[in-house]
């Protein structure tokens, strides 16, 4: 119970400073105010908004705005703990992209962020057994948004990918919590092998651009992947790895917590 009514408070504080933030912009630029209207000011809470922002998003000539209204719906009434995410990844954006200066941004304009949100819903529905619709949502977000995450994978909250365009994330892959992911990013597999072929990436984890990480192997928690960098075997916690194939080239201070300090460097000495 305390922790749905903390969940509740976080939602509506958050809500209030993006609809605060929607009439300071609808001041400074007046041409945008359809578009602000449409995207934040004609909901009524978080939950109305997020569900907008998914159908509008799918929006094509095969499912009507209402129809996917509905799926979206239903989804979020259903699970509560999409919202909860939707919440958790907004702050990520804010408090790890010096880009983002307004919570409002990644409703806007951010693909990363709305590409997630609406992986959410595929994966709601994936679990349900609707696969075929599933498969349809990844569709429409992969042709819309360049991020191609299939359903079934496992994402938690607090993510933050960006840029995003090129990101891959496979069937079996599962990425735990405040994880951040930069642009081009695959978490493949190595070929045509079958099962559960994909990568686990634990909490904290940094992915640079351009990694790519195949196989059903294990990413530690806080671990950093550098740019560019092919990791085709399991890397401990707390270990930076680069190169192709990647190898150990150092460590991560304990009070790190790489996806949020967003540093790059490959080690401790400031390279």
């Known amino acids: 119970m305390e922790q749905n009514l903390n969940s509740f408070k976080k939602t509506h504080k958050i809500w209030s ?3 605060e933030e929607t009439q300071t912009i609808k001041k400074k630029e007046p041409l945008l105010n359809s578009f602000l209207n449409k995207k934040i000011n004609e909901h009524n809470s978080f939950h ?3 569900s907008h922002l998914i159908a509008d998003n799918l929006n094509s000539n095969f499912l009507s705005y209402n129809e996917l209204r509905k799926i979206t719906d239903f989804a979020l009434d259903n699970e509560n703990e999409i919202v909860v995410s939707c919440i958790e990844d907004v702050l990520a954006n804010f408090d790890r992209d010096p880009a983002c200066t307004h919570f409002v941004n990644p409703f806007l ?6 590409a ?3 992986y959410r819903i595929a994966h709601f529905y994936s679990r349900k057994g609707q696969v075929d619709l599933a498969f349809f949502i990844q569709m429409l ?3 819309k948004f360049s991020v191609d995450i299939h359903p079934s994978a496992s994402i ?12 891959v994330i496979g069937e079996t892959a599962k990425v735990g919590n405040n994880v951040s992911l930069l642009h081009s990013v695959t978490l493949g597999g190595t070929g045509k ?8 990436i634990g909490n904290g984890v940094l992915l640079g651009a351009g990694a790519k990480v195949l196989g059903n192997i294990t990413i530690g928690n806080c671990a950093k992947i550098a740019s560019g960098s092919v990791v085709l075997i399991d890397v401990p916690d707390r270990k930076t790895v680069a190169g192709i194939p990647a190898k150990i080239v150092g460590d991560v201070p304990n009070e790190i917590l790489p996806s949020k300090s967003m540093d790059h460097k490959l080690n401790n000495n400031g390279n």
């Open 116 to 118: 997630l949100q609406c």
């Open 141 to 143: 977000v992969s042709n």
């Open 48 to 50: 109305d908004c997020l």
């Open 109 to 114: 304009y951010y693909k990363g962020f709305q």
């Open 17 to 19: 400073k993006i609809v």
């Open 156 to 167: 938690g909250k607090g993510i933050l990918m960006d840029h995003a365009h090129g990101i």
């Open 193 to 200: 092998e079958e099962g559960d072929r994909h990568p686990k």
